[in-house]
């Protein structure tokens, strides 16, 4: 198993552009989750899925929107890239919706936006 | 309101020394409560959970964590640390679909 998947690794964006962050998991889970990382902060929930079609917003989702069209899949678009949204992006998955379960996470994607 | 606190920022330790990492959580309900490593560069590993039952839990790489209700505690040990174990450590707590991270703490081990 690869487990979670990120791409790209590295983003340097221009103000208001956009891209899409893409993750993805072949283990099956149910669960998956976006994370920025900012210093001095810790991890901060963007967006999650609770599995196919159905998403839901996170502690800080303002800028950025999620669909969850497969179980595999769950990429992060960021549509007018601003430079409140460098930071490091996580996306985590877990076989059940409980937080119970052990999440995974994959290895971040650094995102500059100048 | 649901939080987690990890009072220390940067912690240096030497070698071979004992390591104690602080968590405080404010949360509602009865928390599950989580530590996580981070290297750097790297995603986040998880390094042990509590749940229930037995207030002293173990995890991988030699740590322990124990949960005081009465204080809200959830502390992170190690009893002899390793120069391998320089990382970032963060103290989560969960209820049924989110997770709330603290801050972290960067640990720094001197040989």
Redesign the interface.
């Known amino acids: 198993n690869a487990g979670?998947t990120q791409t790209p690794k590295f983003q340097v964006l221009k103000t208001g552009q956009s891209m899409t962050l893409q993750c993805a998991q072949d283990m099956n889970h149910e669960?998956m989750s976006w994370?920025r990382q900012d210093p001095?902060?810790?991890?901060?929930?963007i967006h999650?899925s609770?599995g196919a079609g159905i998403t839901?917003q996170?502690?800080v989702p303002n800028g950025y929107n999620v669909s969850r069209s497969t179980t595999e899949d769950f990429p992060l678009r960021l549509l007018s890239a601003a430079p409140s949204q460098t930071s490091v992006y996580?996306c985590?998955s877990r076989f059940g919706?409980?937080?119970?379960y052990?999440?995974y996470?994959?290895?971040?994607t650094r995102l500059t936006v100048t | 309101a649901q939080s987690?606190t990890q009072p220390d920022?940067h912690i240096t330790v030497s070698e071979g020394a004992s390591l104690e990492l602080r968590c405080n959580y404010s949360y509602g309900a009865t928390p599950?409560l989580f530590w996580y490593v981070q290297s750097p560069?790297?995603?986040?590993?998880?390094l042990l959970?509590y749940?229930s039952g037995d207030t002293l839990v173990q995890g991988i790489k030699g740590f322990e964590a124990e949960f005081k209700r009465s204080q809200s505690s959830f502390n992170l040990r190690k009893p002899s640390v390793h120069w391998s174990d320089a990382a970032e450590y963060?103290c989560a707590v969960?209820?049924?679909?989110?997770?709330?991270?603290?801050?972290?703490t960067r640990l720094a081990v001197h040989p």
């Open positions: 979670v669960y994370y001095g902060m810790g991890l901060r929930l999650y609770v839901d996170g502690e996580f985590a919706t409980g937080v119970s052990e999440q996470f994959g290895p971040g | 987690v920022i599950y560069g790297q995603g986040l590993q998880l959970k749940f963060f969960g209820g049924y679909n989110k997770l709330i991270f603290g801050a972290g």
